[in-house]
């Protein structure tokens, strides 16, 4: 069974979990970029974020097409921006809609907006087996080694 991680990461906290994870499961890996990137500091970084999370924006994504026939399981990592998936996200989904994968999530934040983020993901995704989720706060600011930790004992309670 071949597993993708696919993700969007603005700050690396994204990045830095979705290594963890595809070198703990042995799976490929897809980096979403834009064509357009999205500020990464300031108020610009929420606001930018934010309204493309609330005007459900699809931008432009600057990877190749992408096969998920190959791949019987999709983990799905996105920092959570205004209560929900990052728009980048949104435009994977909407790019590459795909049923029956074992779906898992993982989600990086500020603090809040883990359980909507998640409802929202799931049903964006209808006719996927979800399989788990977990959430993790700034990562690379809060303590590395937990959150690895943590990354991979999830996997290993993943039902792949």
């Known amino acids: 069974m071949k597993t993708l991680v696919v993700f969007y990461s603005l700050e690396g906290n994204t990045k830095f979990i979705a290594d963890v994870i595809a070198k703990h499961l042995q799976a490929d890996t897809l980096e979403l970029k834009t064509a357009k990137p999205f500020p990464s500091k300031g108020f610009k970084k929420f606001f930018k974020g934010g309204m493309s999370v609330v005007f459900k924006q699809k931008p432009k994504l600057d990877n190749k097409d992408i096969d998920l026939n190959p791949y ?21 989904i909407k790019q590459y809609p795909f049923t029956g994968k074992k779906v898992g999530v993982f989600l990086c934040s500020g603090g809040g907006g883990v359980e909507k983020c998640c409802s929202n993901i799931k ?18 600011k809060r303590g590395r080694e937990e959150a690895f930790k943590a990354s991979v004992q999830w996997c290993e309670n993943l039902s792949l």
């Open 72 to 92: 019987d399981n999709i983990i799905i990592g996105t920092p959570v921006w205004a209560g929900s998936y990052s728009s980048p996200v949104n435009s994977f």
């Open 123 to 140: 049903k964006a995704l209808p006719g996927n087996s979800f399989i788990g989720e977990i959430d993790f706060v700034e990562p690379l």
